[in-house]
């Protein structure tokens, strides 16, 4: 069975870092795309940043140049990096599997910014 677990989330004042990370489990994370998400109160859930299982990247523009998201295969995990935190990157954060048969969520870590 599928499973993503995500963990890391916390409150951090604005301008601190915070890293999440997804753990699969009964799948490959090198052979499937990865990704995070979020979705913060009263909006819709929006992309933060995918991994190809190619290496490709992709991030939103509120992710780019502050957020990384990267890839350890030997340990079936996915991390975000999320530096230089806003009080507008607080939201639920979501790991997501996506392959041709598959379209798997975790469970949400919450990140809050604020001082």
């Known amino acids: 069975q599928v499973q993503l677990v995500e963990s890391g989330g916390g409150l951090v004042q604005p301008g601190g870092s915070l890293r999440l990370s997804c753990v699969a489990s009964?799948?490959?994370?090198?052979?499937?795309?990865l990704g995070w998400y979020r979705q913060a109160a009263g909006k819709q859930r929006e992309l933060v940043a995918t991994i190809a299982s190619g290496g490709s990247i992709n991030y939103s523009d509120s992710a780019k140049g502050r957020f990384t998201i990267s890839r350890d295969n030997a340990k079936n995990t996915v991390y975000l990096q999320m530096n230089s935190l806003k009080p507008e990157d607080t939201a639920v954060y979501y790991c997501?599997?996506?392959?041709?048969?598959?379209?798997?969520w975790g469970q949400g870590t919450q990140v809050t910014v604020s001082s």
């Open positions: 997501n599997l996506k392959n041709f048969l598959l379209d798997r």
């Open positions: 009964g799948i490959s994370v090198s052979s499937n795309q």
